[in-house]
T-cell receptor, first 111, second 110 residues
Framework: NAGVTQTPKFQVLKTGQSMTLQCAQDMNHEYMSWYRQDPGMGLRLIHYSVGAGITDQGEVPNGYNVSRSTTEDFPLRLLSAAPSQTSVYFC??????????FGPGTRLTVL | EDKVVQSPLSLVVHEGDTVTLNCSYEVTNFRSLLWYKQEKKAPTFLFMLTSSGIEKKSGRLSSILDKKELFSILNITATQTGDSAIYLCAVRGSNYKVTFGKGTLLTVNP
């Protein structure tokens, strides 16, 4: 099992550019989520999904879109990058009531 | 909105000390509380608690949940420098949504 994979590991964008952070899991987990982590702020939930075709907003969804067309994949799209989106992004997956497994993270810098 | 508050936000101790980390929460339709340890990379799972009063233990780490008072504690005994990390508390509520606190930064000095 590869577990939870994320690509890319690092990314630098210019303000206004768009991009997609990829997340995939091979554990057949129903629940997937995206968090951002900034210094001193813990993990803040951006979007989450309880199954294919179902997504919902977390506490900081503005500027991000998600879709869940398959159980395995949960990409996060930045529509028009802003410096405030500079952060480390983690994807996680779990069975609905199980422990969350995290991907290795993507470090994003927006200039 | 679900809320998780951890205290203290940071803590510095000497090797061999015992530490207690606190986590209080407000959540709609509580399902479980989870503790994670984060060093330089992604968080790693420590414990999941669903029932009040039952202690979960793994080596020098233990945790207990009080569902009536809406809090949990994480204890680390005989701390080592390798315990230095951010400790994150999270709760799972309605729709299986998992909300994290800001974490406690623990520094263990030799």
């Amino acid at each position: 099992n590869a577990g939870v994979t994320q690509t890319p590991k690092f990314q630098v964008l210019k303000t206004g550019q768009s991009m997609t952070l990829q997340c995939a899991q091979d554990m057949n987990h129903e629940y997937m989520s995206w968090y951002r982590q900034d210094p001193g702020m813990g993990l803040r939930l951006i979007h989450y999904s309880v199954g294919a075709g179902i997504t919902d907003q977390g506490e900081v969804p503005n500027g991000y879109n998600v879709s869940r067309s398959t159980t395995e994949d949960f990409p996060l799209r930045l529509l028009s990058a802003a410096p405030s989106q500079t952060s480390v992004y983690f994807c996680a997956s779990s069975y609905q009531d199980g422990e969350q497994f995290f991907g290795p993270g993507t470090r994003l810098t927006v200039l | 909105e679900d809320k998780v508050v951890q205290s203290p936000l940071s803590l510095v101790v000497h090797e061999g000390d015992t530490v207690t980390l606190n986590c209080s929460y407000e959540v709609t339709n509580f399902r479980s509380l989870l503790w994670y340890k984060q060093e330089k990379k992604a968080p790693t799972f420590l414990f999941m608690l669903t029932s009040s009063g039952i202690e979960k233990k793994s080596g020098r780490l233990s945790s207990i949940l009080d569902k009536k008072e809406l809090f949990s504690i994480l204890n680390i005994t005989a701390t080592q420098t390798g315990d230095s990390a951010i400790y994150l508390c999270a709760v799972r509520g309605s729709n299986y949504k998992v909300t994290f606190g800001k974490g406690t930064l623990l520094t263990v000095n030799p």
